[in-house]
Structures are given as structure tokens and as C-alpha cells.
């Protein structure tokens, strides 16, 4: 029976924040590296980037050989102890990245160890080379990673490994590099059951959305003006027709609201309030447009445009700190929604925040998003950690 080390790693710049994880699957008789796995997840935590980097590492010995023995080694305490069935998984988040991973090898042949930082070098290299290339807007390639440990040191802690295996490794040879693969979460299993799903309502339109004004949630918090209740009544109208509503939930602001209150008529429903979906705040660029932005703030701006951390003037939100809140919504109503849909009327920035991360893509890819007022679109969320964006800017109920 081949018997393989995977190595894996993950981390967070924020905790939460911009994420990704490494994997490298190692031949425990020879020490050579198969295959070196990386991937720039988004925004999350270091426990969910180092779950994501275990399953990205099992699922590529797998491909391998799925009838192979598998040695797990990891710095991260909670994840060993955890998969070994010592520590019981109690967060939303892990529970079905846990799962999925003891699905893909049988418990009996899958062991795991906890090594200090030190050892997991080259697993860890290639999760900052993930974030390194998610900053970028990129994706992590093999072709441009540095992070194979230099061969000394790379067969002396392969050794280790092997033996821990009982496969009395030898002197290895020379390392070599496979050819790397990136690992993807892939399709959900059939057994995941029914997502949770977003179907993400944007208000109809206030005296400021035909001016392309900010409209954030430290301005002046408008209403919808008769245009926007108006399409608030045909997303009503539309969404009872569909049918497969269960709940609202909208923004504290009251354009959300009203728009919710709106279809809730349509719907016979309650409206729920989530802070954790309001817009940005756009600090001194409130009921401005963006023309008047260029003109009094043209460095602040040319820095927003550039960097998902940067804030607009005044001490607005950024970006990336929007992208923290709207985790953590997500997250939570994820958990408290489970096998249900909920409609969240919400806003701009966090309608494609919410899609931008179920892509994973670049923070950058928020400026090549159209969303309409009164526009909706879809999001499900399934139990192995994995989204699948089902709709978006949909206006036919509009027309």
C-alpha cells in the first residue's frame, strides 16, 4: 500500500480577513513532493483557511492514489486534535470542512500529528504565497512559488515523517517539484442536503440613487422616493409569485426597511433588522458624487480606488473592513437560516460583497459589479463550506 505525508497550512491577515492555505502531499518512503496545492480563499479565519488547506491536501493525495495511506502533519493544534476525535467541533464554520475531510480517505487510514511552526515550512510558504497573489488580485501559481524548503532540511523532516509512518525512509533523492496543482473546493457532495440561500434584495431607489450620490450609512439616511416603492412593490409582487421566501431580513437603514416592509405585505412575513448588512459608510464623501469625490479628495480617492484597506475621507469603512462585517452576517445567518431561503434586502456594497466572496474573487472585482436598484440576486450556502452565486442584478421584475 503507497503511503503519503500531506502537510497543510493556512492563515488570515486579520483573523478575519484576506486568506488562503498550502498543501503539500510527499512521498513517505522517498521524500519527494507530489504536489504543492495553494489557493487565495478570501476573507476568513486562520481555523477555516486551515481546514480548507487539510482538505485541499487530503483531496490531492487522493487523486494520487485513493487507496493510500495518509500521515497528516499540522501546527495547528485545534485541527489535529479535532480530527482526531479528541476535541468536539463546535463552530458553524469548521464543522462541515471537518466532515467533508474525514470523507475523503477512511478513518483507518488517516493519522494525525501536531509539529511546531518550524516543521510546517512549506506548507506555510505557499498559504502567504496565496495571500500574496489574493493582494494582488491574483490567483497563486506553481510556476512562480519559492516555497519548497531547501533539500537538507526538506529530507530530514520528511524522514521523520516516514518513520512516524513506519515506512523506514532511506536517503531520499534529489527533491523535485511536481508539476503543482491548485486545489478547489469542487462540488458539493449529494448528501449535503438543502443550502442556505440569499436571495439578496438592493432597496429601490432613493431622491439619490438617479444622481449617483454615495449614499451610505453615516449620511442622511434617505427614504425611498415614489420611483423606488414603486419597484419595491414589483419585487414583492415578483418574489410572492416564486413563492420560496421564509424569511426577511433587512438593514437598520431605512431605505432597507421600507423596501422590506413593502414586500413583507406581499409575502405575510416579519422583517427582522441585521446591523451586520448596512452599507458602508462613506464618511465625508456622503451625498456626494463621484465627480465631487475627484474634485475635493482626488489622493483619498485614488487610494480607495487601489486598496481594499484604504478609507474614504473623514474615517469612512473600508473595503476590507466591510468584507469582515459581512462574514460574519453571512456566517451567522448561514447557521441561524440552515436549509432555508431568507430574503436580506440590503445595499450596493454588501449585496456584492456577499458575491464577490462566494467567488473568491478579488476584492478589486466590487468596481466590475453592476447592481440596479431593487435588483435581486442569489446565493446558496451548502454544509461543506462551498457557495454557488445562482443569480445576479436580476431587473425583469421591473419591466
Known sequence: MREFIVEADGGSRGNPGPAGYGSVVLDAETGETLVEAAEYIGVATNNVAEYRGLLAGLRAAFDLDPDARVHVRMDSKLVVEQMSGRWKI?????KPLAMEAARVFPADR???EWIPRERNKHADRLANEAMDAGVRGEQWSPANSTAELDSAAARSSRRGAAETLGGGAAEAGADVRAAGVVASPGWAPADMGAPATFVLLRHGETPLTPQKRFSGSGGTDPSLSDVGREQAERAGAALARRGTIQAIVASPLARTRETASIVARHL????SVDEG?????FGAWEGLTFGEVRERYPDDLTRWLADPTAEPSGGGESFAATAVR??????KLTAAYAGRTVLLVSHVTPIKTFVQLALGAPPESLFRMELSAASLSAVAYYADGNA???????TSHLR
Open 326 to 331: 459581512i462574514t460574519a452576517a453571512r456566517d
Open 90 to 94: 463546535k463552530h458553524p464554520d469548521m
Open 388 to 394: 454557488s452565486v445562482r443569480l445576479f442584478n436580476d
Open 277 to 281: 448588512i448596512r452599507e458602508t459608510d
Open 110 to 112: 488517516v493519522t494525525y
Open 268 to 271: 405575510g412575513l416579519d422583517v
